[in-house]
């Protein structure tokens, strides 16, 4: 199985700055064949279900903003707020879905310094 | 618009059986696979098992196998998940999720309302 860490398990970032949280997973998430990374980004706020932010590692869902952005490829992975506003006070989970059972990273809290 | 509505909470004892249902409408019900994933309280999340878009069969994490069971209702678009033999562990909160695309494997893209589960003596 894929094992997926994050780090760090949490932040605290000033309103306006850039907030940047990582995730490795323990196997290459890149299929090579057509060159996608099965790597998921999700945002949890308090007392809902997770929502999908970035899929394909760096593709942005319809209507998330672009102040979130996705990078990386094969077993590195980053998370990027580039401009932390209010609503973005949550807990991010990035995700692998390249192989079967899919997991999740641990988790990172993100908050306003 | 995509949803699925999932039934609500539940309070068991120990040893007891749960039965979890997501209904889901918005969208032609045997062209996506449904996973159910959990949160405990407080803490991350797990991955349980998917029911296959095509043929309704299943896919259960280890750490589930003998003790879950999923199905479906092509006829009422639902979706169940059972889960047997119940410890004060299995107390989270359950999902039901739908792929975000009809090829498989695929990201999380919608997402049930989620079911708390409580196993309490």
Redesign the interface.
């Known amino acids: 199985d894929i094992v997926m860490t994050q780090s760090p398990d949490s932040l605290a970032v000033s309103l306006g700055e850039r907030a940047t949280i990582n995730c490795k997973s323990s196997h290459s998430v890149l299929y090579t064949s057509n060159n996608k990374n ?1 790597l ?1 980004w ?1 945002q949890q706020k308090p007392g809902q ?4 932010l970035i ?2 590692a760096s593709t942005r ?1 319809s209507g998330v903003p672009d102040r979130f952005s996705g990078s990386g490829s094969g077993t590195d992975f980053t998370l990027t707020i580039s401009s932390l506003q209010a609503e973005d006070v949550a807990v991010y ?1 990035c ?1 692998q ?11 990172t809290k993100v908050g306003i310094k | 618009q995509v949803q699925l509505v999932q039934s609500g909470a539940e309070v068991k004892k120990p040893g007891a059986s749960v039965k979890v249902s997501c209904k889901a409408s918005g969208y032609t019900f045997n062209e996506y696979n449904i996973q159910w994933v959990r949160q405990a309280p407080g803490q991350g999340l797990e991955w349980i098992g998917r029911i296959n878009r095509n043929s309704g069969g299943t896919n259960y994490a280890q750490k589930f196998e003998g003790r879950v069971k999923m199905t479906r209702d092509t006829s009422i678009n639902t979706v169940y998940m059972e889960l047997r033999r119940l410890n004060y562990d299995d107390t989270a909160v359950y999902y039901c999720v739908r792929d975000r695309i009809a090829e498989v494997p695929a990201a999380m893209g919608y997402w049930g309302q989620g079911t708390l589960v409580i196993v309490s003596s």
């Open positions: 099965y998921a999700y279900p997770p929502k999908l899929y394909w869902e989970y995700q879905y390249y192989s079967t059972p899919p997991a999740f990273g641990p988790g």
